[in-house]
């Protein structure tokens, strides 16, 4: 009796690329596989990890979402006004920050849904506005974090200054809870349900109209989440933080193996195309690629995950169709 492999393909796949990786940027610079390059790419990836959940579910029911960095950026630097021009406990302010956030994913949703905008523009609105927004609080000057709580929460360790990353543990924390909820759920059968086939998930009597806001209510609270968590591990809020968040995370959740056109996806994949990501972008710090090489590295990445996912999509339909003329 055959044992059945417990990882899929795709990780193996992701698996060996990230070795690969290590491999080649550790013989470019040594300190690539020290102990603290290893945290510390733990603890960058939490901005992208968080935002590639909320894609993740998003992108499985259809939808997209290019504004994650923006709303990352207007919650960094609304919170951070808030400590600074109110008495409000930093606790009251960050659920106040998501809660914005939440209103952010809502019109979002309701331009795609509602107003039957291509996601990709109404998102390409949404990315430009809370850009501008972030800029206004501010005056487009980055503001001081000096909150205590905050900090700790944001770039604290528990076991001591050697110990785990507490930020590190909230990303694997909601990893672990909206892998369940993806896998065991009824909603999260409605969202591959919806990415598959959104008319039989209406015959079957699937509300797409609530499972879709849901997603996008989802992306936009994870990604003003990674704004709160960044703009306090970097001590302020900047207007101008996060311009590739989006652009990681979709990277990170394709890798992962999320179809673009949705319908297929798994959170245990994107943990490894999150990690295969920032381990690149790390990489490229260390080795000194110039910004300029870096951005060209960084489309090179997300084509190719893109070309990989017009490979599986077209693997599928061949075992579909082969499956199809045995039965007949």
Not at 28 to 56: C, H, M, R, V, W
Request: charge should be positive; proline fraction near 2%; glycine fraction near 10%.
């Amino acid at each position: 009796m055959k044992k059945k492999i417990p990882l899929s393909g795709n990780q193996i796949v992701l698996i060996a690329a990230l070795a690969a990786i290590t491999v080649v940027f550790s013989l470019i610079n040594p300190n690539f596989f020290s102990l603290t390059n290893l945290i510390n790419i733990l603890i960058s990836s939490t901005t992208i990890g968080l935002t590639a959940i909320g894609i993740t579910f998003l992108i499985m029911t259809g939808g997209n979402d290019l504004s994650g960095g923006a709303v990352a950026a207007a919650a960094g630097v609304f919170i951070a006004w808030g400590l600074k021009n109110t008495n409000l406990h930093w606790v009251v302010l960050v659920l106040m920050t998501l809660a914005m956030a939440a209103g952010i994913g809502s019109l979002n949703g309701l331009m795609v849904t509602k107003l039957n905008i291509v996601p990709f523009i109404a998102t390409l609105v949404s990315q430009s506005i809370w850009r501008g927004v972030a800029y206004l609080i501010c005056d487009g000057k980055p503001i001081a974090i000096s909150n205590e709580g905050l900090q700790f929460l944001c770039k604290g360790r528990i076991f001591g200054n050697q110990g785990i990353p507490i930020s590190v543990l909230i990303m694997f924390f909601f990893f672990i809870i909206f892998a369940y909820i993806l896998a065991k759920t009824r909603f999260g059968r409605s969202v591959f349900a919806i990415g598959g086939n959104a008319e039989a998930a209406r015959l079957a009597g699937i509300n797409s109209f609530r499972v879709k806001m849901a997603a996008y209510i989802m992306t936009s609270m994870f990604a003003s989440l990674a704004g709160i968590i960044l703009a306090g591990r970097m001590n302020s809020g900047n207007p101008a933080a996060s311009p590739n968040l989006h652009f990681d995370a979709i990277t990170a959740a394709n890798l992962g193996g999320v179809s673009m056109v949705g319908g297929v996806g798994s959170i245990p994949s994107v943990i490894l195309g999150v990690l295969l990501v920032q381990a690149f972008n790390s990489g490229l710090n260390m080795a000194q690629v110039s910004s300029y090489w870096q951005y060209v590295a960084r489309g090179l990445l997300l084509f190719a995950s893109l070309a990989i996912d017009v490979y599986r999509q077209r693997s599928h339909e061949k075992r579909l169709l082969a499956d199809t003329m045995k039965h007949m």
